[in-house]
């Protein structure tokens, strides 16, 4: 059993490597979890909320925050995308990695 979750984890980020692979993320390579820095342009909230509305459990850096400065970033929960949710996770890039201003403009 033990074995099998682990191949599924391995297997998780390796999609999910593959899926963001255009986009710049931040996580340790055993993590649950990955951060996603945004460009200036767009809201962290707006864009947690359309992920949100996706169905891929997202937050906005606030909460981890350990200072006054919070970087601007959206926290992805790998197991909030399943391995044959693909889709959702193109959706992920694509709404991560966008800049459109009219979108979520700052």
Wanted: with cysteine; net charge positive.
């Amino acid at each position: 059993m033990l074995a099998a979750d682990k191949r599924r984890d391995a297997a998780m980020r390796q999609i999910a490597a593959r899926l963001l692979a255009a986009v710049k993320r931040i996580g340790h390579p055993v993590s649950y979890f990955l951060w996603l820095p945004l460009a200036q342009e767009v809201r962290a909230d707006a864009i947690a909320m359309a992920l949100r509305r996706e169905k891929i459990a997202v937050s906005t850096a606030h909460p981890f925050a350990a200072s006054a400065h919070v970087p601007h970033a959206i926290r992805l929960a790998l197991g909030s995308v399943g391995l044959t949710r693909s889709t959702k996770s193109s959706r992920c890039r694509n709404v991560a990695s966008q800049s459109d201003r009219s979108v979520a403009p700052r």
